[in-house]
């Protein structure tokens, strides 16, 4: 395959509001180094990391390229060396450290997974970011089992959306909260046992009613620290992957310890390129089945040509969403 000497990527300038920071432009196209794949990128996930970095608060670890973008899904363009799983022409997607709203990305090929059975590329793009972070925080950190209650927040996220699939496909309870009725009733039509309108109802005297989780995973963080805590069952896990409320909280530790929970918090991006994959190796193993036989699924909320970047953004910002947002390129 002839690869173009330039492409089209989303650059960051001044300006933190999306109509202000994010424009195209004209960029070398990329070339796999050593254990890379080129991607000639068909699709690209828009992320909640993404509007942070926007924002400028929240860098790309070293060496990742300064375009925005954490997930893609296309076709192999070109194959380093020391790649030999990947041949030209496989569809792929894939987790990036950076660079997705481009037409073509280069990534550590252990990165990369085989586009699931039955899924079109929009589709798989929408799938590495949310599964990772599921897998890693729900089922490795958290250690949710077949059986046990699991409790998410903001249920019509992407993330959302993917942990109470993947968490019903384990075997577990699900419990799901959302602002409004409207999602809500999403929660349960993606297959939560039990949804939560926080916004008229106390999500800590509904979890507990039901008797309790045994695993949360939460965005918000602030006031719900405590919240959740006190929603756990004795040896509960609460298992926190973003600020959104904040990131100071007061908690009673005395509480925390006489019920024996734990209290973990982690972050996907930064981690070192050997964690990553073995991450792809586990993600692999045990989710792409679920999603292979239909148990897991991408929804996708709304689409946007890669030129249209900052709508896309706008979209997220508003929080109206219900599932993934997507740049096509």
Known sequence: MILPETMTAIAVRGGSGPADALFAQTVPTPRPGPGQILIRVAAAGVNRPDVLQRQGGYAPPPGAPDTLGLEVAGEVAAVGEGAPRWRVGDRVCAL??????AQYAAVDARHALPVPAGLDLLQAAALPETAFTVFSNVFEIGRLKAGETFLVHGATSGI????????KAAGARVIATGRGGAKA???LAFGADLAIDSTAQDFVAAVMADGGADVILDMVAGDFVQRNLDSLKPDGRLVQIAVQAGS???IDVGRLMVRRLSFAGSTLRPRSPDEKARLAH???QTAWPWIAGGKVHAVIDSTFPLAEAAQAHARIESAGHVGKIMLIA
Do not use: T
């Open 248 to 250: 100071k909280a007061e």
């Open 96 to 101: 990036l450290g950076g660079g997705g709203y």
């Open 282 to 284: 586990a993600v692999e």
């Open 185 to 187: 009733a999403n929660a």
């Open 160 to 167: 959302g959306v993917m942990a109470i699939q993947m968490a």
